[in-house]
């Protein structure tokens, strides 16, 4: 069994940056892919960034540029910077994980085996 705790959210102005962590527990973290999702009021779950196990990494078109995903497999933490944050980055924050096999559909929230309780990130305006 995996668990996933998230920290790190907050309250911000735009045009401000937050770095969540998204701290797991069991498993072999090292293997696992690793992936950041949002979902603000009123909308679906939406990907944001993933992390592979080989060190690859993939960031959604919506936040390119502006928000970096990155892991330490000695501490167990994937990390999600976040710069130049905006109104419209307000939701609430949820890393995955993604145990072998993998899914092929990684932006899909369906790939992820294990979730974390979330983390709330409101910007203000």
């Known amino acids: 069994q995996v668990q996933l705790v998230e920290s790190g959210g907050g309250v911000v102005q735009a045009g401000g940056s937050l770095r969540l962590s998204c701290a797991a527990s069991g498993g072999i973290f090292s293997i696992y892919a690793m992936g950041w999702f949002r979902q603000a009021p009123g909308k679906e779950r939406e990907f944001v960034a993933i992390s592979w196990s080989a060190g690859s990494t993939f960031v959604g078109d919506s936040v390119k540029g502006r928000l970096t995903i990155s892991r330490d497999n000695a501490k167990k933490t994937v990390y999600l910077q976040m710069n130049s944050l905006k109104p419209e980055d307000t939701a609430v924050y949820y890393c995955?994980?993604?145990?072998?096999?993998?899914?092929?559909?990684?932006?899909?929230?369906?790939?992820?085996?294990?979730w974390g309780q979330g983390t709330q990130v409101t910007v203000s305006s």
């Open positions: 995955a994980a993604d145990i072998p096999p993998y899914g092929s559909r990684y932006y899909m929230t369906y790939a992820y085996d294990y």
